[in-house]
């Protein structure tokens, strides 16, 4: 069933939620309380409870949501409500909307902000809108910047609000706004991120509300010389002006409340010098930038410091003072201060005239062998700083010595007074060589030399330098010796001796050099010589009998120096049996000559019979070659083996030695041979070539040879036979046959012979013999058929027998004639036989061929046998070559073109069927020499003989041209020739320019029409008659031309004024000028196209314009417009343009015409005059004085100016009381209407001229030295001309107080008062008002004096509106170290600290560091890589002397704190902090810091450095500190590294090395250690045993009395070179441990590192003192406590 509950009396509104548990799957409704259902929910409902205050509920099971009953669940349930509800929001305090704010009167306010926060699950009944606090700060400066400045406890947001109230910015942190006109703003506060002001926020805290005001200055007055048109004028003896430069800088957060101003000032110096040097200086305060104008006012230079330039043409210079960096010269700068601007003006002097000598083509020609002359050279100096005014090309003088000897070695020596450059000069003017001191060389071919005399360093002779004095040349000549024979002084010219000689002798000249010319020494003597015909194989020695000390070579048939030896060579002879030997004078090892000995030798080669077997390898063989590696290293041994090598980085020099540097020895000139140092200069490539002096030689070989080539390009002789030609070496007759038939062939054979019934001839060819011709009964006595089978057979028996004998090239000869048929083949038979007998009579004859004799009987048997074999005996052919016989036989055939008559003759046989001109048809075939060709007809005058027919010949080529009618010269364009004929067909023929035009007329003769026409002239029509002879025609064309007029283009009238036109078609250009006007335009060649026409007229502007001709164009008008005259007026004074309105009214004197214009600020109008003539012109402006003027117009005017001088009146200065005119300086600033003008006097009084626009009101400010400033106002007009200024002096009053009470001071004092040429005494009297009037402004000294006081030095400045000064004085023990105070003076009130620092490692001084304090500490700790430093503030930063190492502060408070810093390059800096406070001066003593500065580290091997200090000795009262102190430092494993271990490895790497001081018996200052990651060390001081009677002063001196200190410096991150990463002090030791004097060790600290040589050390005091253990041996020993291994640990007792 259903379960219906209710809950009653619940507070309406709170938060209800239903909670349920159960055994079944329930659902929840909720109902009114009316019963109406409102909602249901399965697991939970959440709502406000109603009015009523009560919830009525149903529980059913799932899914009856109509709480019906109509479910199937059933189980047990618990049904509670959890109810919730929200605080309700504090109530309002008053300024939450922008109605309510709170007006604030101030600068701040406090308030609060709240948010409520929903505690409820139930929607919408929580308070969305929380505190917002709304405010309007009244009474607030209009204009100035407002910031709002929020302190609170919350996360809050500001808005910034209109008067309205609605929102103009919102910020979470701060808000600028400029204050309005009503002086008040409106704020809101709320939490953050209420942007809209809903309060839409969960924030809550306290707050403080500030606005800050702040607001930028107005510029100052203006100096009036802010731009360039109001400089400052300076006369052109006033070089030297100061002025001031001020900046404005934005001093608020405001946007858009600032406009950037800055001051310039211009100057105008002059007049001054055209084309002299300026160059500016300034002295100043700020960073300064200065610019130089023309006298336009256009930029020419800028430069942040000096400006260096030539005065300009008119003398004026224009300079401008700003702020760096003011390029446009607008005040756009920060910079503010005092300068003082110099101009220093140089000039250089003209150089002198020239002495005609200056350069090579001038050059001075002396007299025919001058050898010395005088002269002086000149340079003029730069004295300016400006470049390029200056004459750079100074004197240098040229001079020619003649007549001298070529060859000779010629000296210069110069005598001069300068420093000078000497140069010698080729025939060309080209520069040879220079020396600056005696120069050297040969005299040239021509006998000439060309010298130059200069000063250094003019290398190139064209007076580039700086010398000025006098000279001497004298010249000097000297020769060598020339040399002796020279036939075998190179190895391609060596002596070679017949086999057998085994002996030679000669002599060995030499040529001392006897001149200072360097390589001018001819070569001495070197004979080269070869033994030939030596056995192979065969080992030799040689042997040198001479009177001089000698050197022998043994070269290689290449002329390659195999080995050398100054006594005798050892070697093998090689295959060819030639051995080649250079002898030579000692050190000559290359033979080239290089020696000054000689004398007499005979040198004999020796063969050892034991020592030979070429190739065998006989073991003598090596043992006899390494005879000649006597005092060798390397190189070859002469035998193909070597005496050793070189190793790497060595060389073999040609002295056979290894040496580590060696220069080649190679020229460029050389091509082989051994650069002396194991390589070669180069091989020579040819098959007989030799290496001959360094070039190769080509030896020539004629060897077996009578004629060609000596395989150098040379000949071994000619053949002398007419016929003979060389054929390898050796001349063989060639025989010639070409065109013979018979006859010999010029080389002992024949061309062939004659058969039967013919002979050999003229010209040797075969002809009929009628003497010979046998008859047919003259063979052998046989019947004629007989005859004929056996000498066939006869014949082919033999030649079958001999050709089968023959070379291979007779093959397919031999195969035709073995084929041979005696009845079909008789030609071709007797054809290969004349081949075979013509191949075996010429060149190639060989004993295969046949005899002459057999030849001959086989070829007249042949021919008889042909002879008879073709004749039957019996026939009827008597008289008869052809036709057959009656009985079937034949007496012959005719050849081709032949035919057989009926008498058997055979005719030759001709065919002219269709035929009339030309040759008869003759059979293919057909014999011309027995059938010459026959004619059928011939052609008639001009006909010919085409296909055997007669036709008409056309007519010739007839050659066509143009030309031009004026030059007669073919014309330079394309053109067309039409021509036609009684009105037939027209042709076209081009015409090209440089080419012929060819016309083939269609009739011999007749009358043609030609029409001719070519680009750019006028076409013609032409009717020529064209004969037979003619052969060219020629046409003439006029060019065309176009009238071309010039007008006005107002009046459309032609003008006649001079013009001038430039007329430009495409690349061509030409001038024309006018009058005639219209004028004509030729056209040219190409003429026709677009033409650009450029049109000058005197009185008209220019014109340009283009026009397109073609040929069409008759007529051009070029249209132009009158040129206006410029009118302007200008300040008479400064040239510039008026810069007021202005009127310039023009009359005519001939004419009634007038016009007025009216000009604005310097602007200027264009008039143009109705005629030419004279006018008048009238000018006025505001401020100027009127001018008028007459000004002639002509057609040339183009502009008219005119100049106006400006209204001016005096002004002066003068004393109120006196009316005195004042002579001291004053400032005035004059503000008229316009501007500001400032006048510095004297003079006074001055004169002021009026500006533009500067009539009227005007107010002058006077500042006078010594005088209060003074305002005077005065109307200026036209007629104004003086105004006075009055002025009074200034009175102060001074006080005179004690300086720390602030109080009057109760006796009388004395004050001397001194200043600018100003010294007086002034007595200050108790209880009176002492006045004091200062005779002008400025700085003065105030020394004031009275009983009981130390005097007291102040400055003051004293300025106009100073009324009042105070001077104090102090008193000595008033317990501050005032100003003026030191230790010395007052050690009641100050305390020093004396500053002493050496080397870290020597006890030596540390001068010249440099010491900064600072007001706090300046370094940060903390960070990873240790100390760094910080920005704070510097008290003092001091240099000392670089001869000082000790620096005192002497003027410190007792109790002041000094953090301060020593800098020294290639030092790291090192820190300290002194409370003085701990030291008492009392004592008498000044606290004295002795300190050992460290180095910078060079490497990272030993990245930590440790360095051990105590303080100075004997500067203070006992007991006194030790002298030395031994530092100890122990690594985790207990190895120690101090003075007794100073240096300790690591597995081979060096991990420490300790440092000693010389100057200590004991320990080292210093220690240098690396550390590994986060292991420890730890460190130790202690003080030696000392003996008594060795060192008597060291007694009473101890640890504890040592002021020791270490400090440490390392390796990080940010430290390349190092860092002070930390110091341990012995008094934080003592502030532990109390003092004793039985302490002599001292634990200092633990050291370890994370990362090394990137993080800081990890540095932890121990601060522990001990008492060692010392022996009777004075041997001290004490527990590193590090590590058992060092708890005894041992220091030796070293006294000294």
């Known amino acids: 069933g259903i379960n219906a509950e209710y809950g009653e009396n619940q507070t309406a509104g709170y938060c209800f939620v239903t909670q349920t548990e159960t055994t079944f799957d329930a659902v929840i409704g909720w109902f009114d309380d009316n019963g109406t259902f409102i909602e249901y929910g399965d697991d939970t409902i959440t709502a406000l409870i109603p009015t009523s205050g009560q919830v009525n509920l149903a529980v059913s099971g799932w899914a009856d949501t109509g709480f019906t009953g109509d479910h199937t669940k059933s189980g047990t349930y618990t049904l509670s409500l959890r109810i919730t509800h929200n605080q309700p929001p504090p109530p309002s305090d008053g300024n939450d909307n922008f109605a309510q704010r709170i007006i604030v009167n101030g600068s701040h306010v406090d308030g609060s902000i709240w948010a ?36 609170e406890t919350f996360d809050s947001a500001i808005a910034l609000l209109n008067s309205s109230g609605a929102l103009v910015q919102w910020d979470d942190y701060k808000i600028d706004t400029i204050v309005p006109s009503s002086g008040k703003i409106d704020l809101a506060v709320t939490g953050y991120p209420d942007r809209n002001l809903t309060g839409a926020h969960q924030k809550n805290g306290n707050y403080t509300l500030y606005i800050d005001l702040t607001h930028n200055s107005a510029p100052p007055a203006s100096d009036n010389n802010n731009n360039f048109f109001t400089p400052t004028v300076l006369s052109s003896n006033t070089l030297t002006v100061s002025g001031s430069i001020w900046s404005l800088t934005d001093q608020t957060p405001c946007p858009n409340d600032f406009t950037a101003a800055g001051d310039v000032d211009y100057y105008r110096f002059g007049p001054l010098t055209p084309g002299y040097c300026f160059q500016t200086s300034m002295t100043d305060t700020f960073d300064e930038y200065l610019g130089w104008f023309n006298n336009q006012g256009q930029l020419i230079a800028e430069e942040d410091y000096q400006v260096t330039g030539l005065v300009p043409s008119d003398g004026f210079v224009y300079l401008a003072v700003s702020g760096y960096k003011d390029s446009q010269f607008n005040g756009n700068h920060h910079q503010n201060g005092n300068y003082t601007l110099t101009l220093h003006v140089t000039h250089n002097t003209p150089p002198p005239a020239s002495d005609h000598n200056d350069n090579f083509t001038s050059a001075q020609r002396l007299a025919l062998g001058q050898t010395s002359v005088s002269g002086n050279i000149w340079a003029t100096i730069d004295q300016t700083p400006c470049p390029n005014d200056h004459n750079t090309v100074n004197d240098v003088d040229f001079y020619v010595f003649q007549g001298l000897e070529p060859g000779n070695c010629f000296e210069i020596d110069e005598d001069a007074t300068f420093d000078q450059v000497l140069g010698k000069f080729n025939q060309s003017g080209g520069l040879v060589e220079w020396a600056d001191g005696t120069l050297y060389g040969t005299v040239p071919t021509d006998g000439i030399l060309r010298l130059a005399v200069s000063g250094w360093a003019d290398t190139t002779f064209v007076g580039k330098h700086q010398q000025n004095g006098n000279y001497t040349l004298r010249l000097q000549l000297t020769k060598n010796d020339a040399p002796g024979e020279t036939k075998d002084n190179s190895f391609a010219h060596r002596t070679v ?6 002996k030679v002798s000669g002599d060995i000249w030499y040529i001392r050099d006897r001149t200072p010319c360097p390589n001018d020494q001819p070569p001495s003597d070197v004979d080269f010589f070869s033994f030939v015909g030596l056995p192979a194989g065969t080992c030799f020695s040689t042997m040198t009998d001479t009177n001089f000390d000698t050197v022998i070579g043994w070269y290689s048939n290449k002329g390659i120096l195999q080995t050398w030896s100054d006594s005798e060579l050892y070697g093998v002879i090689p295959q060819s049996g030639i051995v080649n030997v250079a002898l030579s004078s000692w050190a000559d090892v290359t033979f080239v000559g290089a020696h000054t000995n000689g004398g007499r030798y005979t040198v004999s080669i020796v063969l050892d019979a034991d020592c030979g077997g070429f190739g065998s390898g006989s073991e003598g063989q090596e043992e006899w070659c390494d005879y000649n590696c006597f005092n060798k290293t390397c190189g070859s041994n002469g035998c193909g083996g070597t005496c050793g090598s070189c190793t790497g980085g060595y060389f073999c020099t040609s002295e056979f030695q290894c040496s580590a540097s060696c220069t080649s020895t190679c020229t460029p000139d050389q091509d082989c041979g051994s650069d002396g140092c194991g390589g070669w200069c180069g091989t020579c490539t040819g098959a007989q070539d030799v290496c001959s002096g360094g070039v190769c030689t080509c030896i020539a070989d004629c060897t077996d040879r009578e004629c060609g080539d000596d395989g150098c390009g040379g000949s071994c002789g000619t053949c002398s036979g007419a016929q003979d030609e060389c054929f390898s070496g050796s001349c063989h007759c060639v025989a010639n046959c070409t065109g013979f038939e018979c006859g010999t062939d010029g080389c002992g054979g024949i061309c062939g012979v004659c058969g039967p019934y013919y002979t050999c001839g003229e010209h040797q060819l075969c002809v009929r013999d009628p003497l010979t011709q046998p008859s047919c009964d003259d063979y052998f006595g046989l019947p004629h058929q007989e005859v004929n089978l056996v000498l066939l057979e006869q014949v082919n028996e033999m030649l079958r027998e001999k050709i089968l004998e023959t070379i291979d090239n007779l093959e397919a000869m031999k195969d035709a004639l073995l084929a041979y048929n005696p009845d079909t083949q008789l030609l071709d038979l007797a054809e290969l036989i004349d081949q075979i007998h013509l191949f075996c009579s010429g060149p190639y004859h060989n004993d295969t061929c046949l005899s002459l004799s057999e030849f001959e009987f086989i070829e007249t048997a042949f021919l008889n046998a042909i002879h008879h074999v073709t004749i039957d005996p019996l026939s009827e052919c008597a008289g008869r070559v052809c036709g057959l016989t009656s009985y079937g036989g034949s007496c012959g055939s005719c050849p081709p073109g032949q035919t057989c008559t009926a008498d058997g003759q055979c005719i030759c046989e001709y065919d002219c069927t269709g035929r009339v001109c030309g040759n008869a048809h003759q059979e293919n075939g057909t014999s011309m020499s027995l059938c010459p060709p026959k004619s059928c007809g011939t052609c008639v005058d001009r006909y010919e003989c085409t296909d055997y027919q007669c036709t008409p010949i056309p007519h010739g080529p007839v050659t066509l041209r143009i030309l031009d009618c004026d030059t007669k010269d073919a014309v330079h364009v394309d053109g067309v020739i039409a021509i036609s004929q009684a009105g037939g067909p027209l042709s076209t023929y081009p015409v090209t320019p440089g080419m012929n035009t060819t016309w083939h007329p269609e009739l011999q003769e007749g009358t043609w029409d030609f029409g001719v026409s070519a680009l750019g002239y006028v076409s013609e029509t032409h009717s020529v008659e064209v004969k037979w002879e003619t052969t060219s025609i020629d046409f003439c064309l006029h060019r065309a031309t176009v009238q071309v007029h010039i007008q006005d283009g107002a009046t459309s009238t032609d003008i006649q004024n001079e013009c001038a036109v430039t007329t430009t078609l495409g690349v061509n250009t030409w001038v024309t000028t006018t009058p005639p006007n219209p004028w004509v335009l030729t056209i040219p060649d190409f003429g026709y196209g677009v033409y650009t026409f450029q049109v000058s007229c005197l009185g008209y502007d220019t014109m340009t314009t283009t026009k397109n001709v073609d040929s069409s164009t008759k007529q051009l008008t070029i249209a132009l417009n009158r040129t206006p005259i410029l009118l302007s007026a200008i300040d008479c004074d400064s040239a510039m343009p008026l810069a007021v309105t202005h009127h310039i009214q023009i009359n005519s004197t001939f004419d009634q015409y007038t016009h007025t214009f009216d000009l604005l600020n310097s602007s200027t109008v264009y008039w143009i005059p109705p005629a030419i003539g004279t006018y008048g012109f009238f000018v006025s402006a505001d401020g100027y004085v009127s001018a008028g003027e007459s000004k002639a117009v002509e057609w040339s005017s183009t502009n008219f100016q005119f100049c106006l001088s400006r209204v001016s009146f005096l002004v002066t200065v003068q004393d109120a009381n006196t009316s005195a005119i004042i002579t001291t300086q004053c400032k005035v600033t004059s503000t008229s209407p316009v501007n500001q003008i400032g006048t510095i006097t004297p003079p006074n009084p001055f004169q002021l001229t009026v500006p533009d626009n500067g009539l009227g009101k005007w107010t002058f400010d006077a500042t006078c030295d010594g005088y209060l400033p003074s305002t005077t106002s005065a109307t200026i007009q036209d007629s104004s001309s003086i105004v006075n200024i009055l002025v009074v002096r200034p009175v102060v009053l001074i006080e005179v107080r004690e300086l720390h009470t602030d109080a009057l001071l109760k006796v009388n004092a004395t004050i001397q008062i001194s200043g600018a040429a100003y010294n007086t005494t002034f007595h200050w009297t108790v209880g009176q008002q002492n006045q004091w009037t200062p005779p002008m402004v400025g700085d003065y000294q105030f020394v004031t004096s009275a009983t009981g006081y130390s005097d007291n030095h102040e400055f003051r400045t004293i300025s106009a509106s100073t009324s009042a000064i105070t001077l104090y004085l102090f008193g000595c023990g008033d317990g501050f170290c005032s100003d003026g105070e030191d230790f010395e003076f007052c050690p009641q009130d100050c305390a020093a600290l004396s500053l002493q620092f050496e080397n870290y490692d020597s006890n030596s001084p540390v001068n010249g560091f440099t010491v900064t304090t600072y007001a706090t500490n300046p370094r940060s700790f903390g960070g990873s890589t240790g100390p760094v430093m910080n920005n704070a503030t510097v008290i003092m930063a001091k240099t000392i002397a670089n001869t000082s190492n000790v620096l ?53 091997d030993l990245p930590y450095r440790v360095v051990n200090t105590w303080r100075t000795t004997d500067n203070e009262p006992p007991p006194y500190a030790p002298t030395d102190l031994n530092l100890h430092l122990f690594f985790s494993d207990g190895v120690a590294c101090d003075v007794n271990h100073p240096s300790v490895t690591d597995a081979g790497s060096h991990i420490c090395q300790s440092v000693a001081d010389a100057k200590q018996a004991g320990g080292p200052a210093s220690i240098d250690f690396s550390l590994t990651s986060n292991s420890t060390i730890t460190l130790w001081n202690s003080k030696p045993p000392r003996s008594a009677a060795t060192a008597p002063s060291q007694q009473g001196r101890y640890l504890i009395n040592s002021g020791s200190y270490v400090v440490l410096y390392g390796l990080t991150s940010d430290a390349a070179t190092g860092k002070q990463l930390g110091e341990v002090l012995l008094q934080d030791a003592l502030k532990v441990f109390a003092g004793s004097n039985s302490y002599d060790v001292w634990r200092i600290a633990d050291i370890s590192v994370a990362e090394p040589r990137k993080g800081g050390l990890k540095i932890q005091p121990q601060n522990k003192l001990a008492t060692s253990e010392i022996n009777d041996a004075d041997i001290m020993f004490f527990d590193c406590e590090i590590h058992p291994s060092c708890q005894n640990f041992k220091v030796p007792y070293a006294d000294a």
Not at 497 to 502: E, I
Not at 1467 to 1494: C, E, K
């Open 116 to 151: 409520t926060t929903d505690e409820t699950p139930c929607p919408n009944d929580h308070n969305t809108v929380n505190d917002v606090d709304y405010f309007e700060f009244i009474g607030l400066t209009p204009g100035y910047c407002a910031s709002t400045r929020t302190v």
């Open 497 to 502: 001796y017949p086999p057998g000689v085994n």
């Open 1448 to 1500: 005192i502060i002497s003027n410190l408070d007792r109790d002041e704190i000094v953090y301060l810093r020593v800098s020294m390059k290639n030092y790291i800096d090192f820190f300290w902090t002194a409370n003085m406070s701990l030291y008492d001066p009392t004592l008498g003593q000044v606290f004295s810091l002795r300190g050992h500065l460290s180095p910078t580290f060079l490497t990272t």
